[in-house]
């Protein structure tokens, strides 16, 4: 996770800082990272439910470690192009999209359905600590080496990983999905999961709403925001990034409070919305004097570092709970599909929009976007759940 927030910033800095991409190009840049939610999203839950989780996360570290690594040696060799960076984007996105859905679904054998909450908990506090360390050392890295050294330090996180998942020494029980079925039939019986309980159906419907106008249409321009119309340099933009490593430890320690005095179901839409509030912090950086752009976007980094280890914590939890164990895999694969496949639609938009409106006005909609996600939780389907299971 550290490694990953250093190269989250050093890669789209190296885009815009060392190849001069463009708007258009920051959007197909973040479509690259996203597709393989369309194409291989649905296929991962069948690996992840078929295959032992722990060799295959393994594996997962290894290859990405060496995929990410070529960005700086193809740097140091004088190769490196947008062209490269888009078929890396896209081969750390497929990893990611195995990744996730097998690590969620290798957690409820570890910890026990009971203990998701607490499980998943613990790992939002782990991950705050990349969140606060990563962005900082990532502008460092990248003001004081370059962007495609910083990404060397993702290549070698990549690796570390791999070894300290030989540690778990648990054993895992033999895959029990049913090989006999067709592929078709696996994927229907996944995504029979989501269609069946209404609860997942909008929590997917919130996901996608959120996903399209922010980690679509935001992210891919955000960097470029930063650089361009607030006039940040690397170490602010990790210092931006950086903030929200304070708030995810807040969160990630309120994950499992908050819903026992509201209920899961208020707690997920409540973050949800301050999600959206602090994106509008965000875009209204770019109408404030310049001496308090910064401490502005800090805050908006801060309010989303609260919300989203909540949220993810909850919605995560609950979806486990509601889900046989032979089916998490592709449970937890198609509702990432149904939600993620937004995501590059949300990026190309993201582009394409700034392009011709600005960049500002881009970013403004997208916050509006994270509000509008809210809706499908406040229905009383969701609203009323008080337990995780």
Known sequence: MLGS??????????????????????????????????????????WADRMRRRPLLIGINVSSGVLIGSVPVAAALGFLSMSQLYLVAFGMGVFDVL??????????????????????????????????????????????????IAVAVDAVSFLVAALGLTAIKKQESAPSVEKRLSLINQIREGLGVIWGDRRLRLIMAC???????????????????????????????????????????????????IPRRIGVGPTIAHMQTLTGVS?????????????????????????????????????????QSLTPDRLLGRM?????????????????????????????????????????AAIWVYLPTVWRIRADR
């Open 5 to 46: 927030q250093v190269s989250h910033l050093a890669i789209p800095l190296t885009a815009v800082l060392v190849l001069g991409a463009n708007e258009k190009q920051m959007g197909f840049l973040g479509a690259a990272t996203n597709l393989p939610f369309f194409f291989f999203g649905l296929l991962a839950g069948i």
């Open 99 to 148: 990744g996730i859905a097998t690590y969620q679904a290798f957690i409820p054998s570890l910890v026990g359905r009971r203990r998701l909450i607490e499980a998943n908990s613990k790992l939002e506090i782990s991950s705050s600590a990349a969140i606060v360390l990563g962005p900082g050392l990532g502008g460092i890295l990248v003001q004081t080496f370059t962007a495609p």
């Open 207 to 257: 996901g996608a709403t959120h996903n399209f106008f922010l980690n679509g249409m935001l992210a891919a321009i955000y960097v470029l925001y930063m650089v361009r119309s607030l006039g940040l340099s690397p170490a602010a933009v990790g210092i931006v990034y950086a903030a929200a490593g304070p708030g995810v430890l807040l969160g990630a320690l309120l994950a499992g409070r």
């Open 279 to 319: 994106r509008f912090l965000i875009a209204s950086a770019v109408w404030i004097p310049q001496p308090v752009v910064l401490p502005v976007l800090m805050a908006g980094e801060f309010l989303l570092g609260i919300a989203r280890p909540i949220f993810n914590v909850n919605q995560v939890s609950l979806r």
């Open 332 to 372: 937890n694969a198609s509702i990432r599909f149904l939600m993620w496949t937004a995501t590059p639609i949300g990026a190309l938009a993201g582009g394409m929009i700034a392009s011709r409106v600005g960049l500002p006005t881009a970013v403004t909609l997208a916050a509006i976007g994270g509000l509008v």
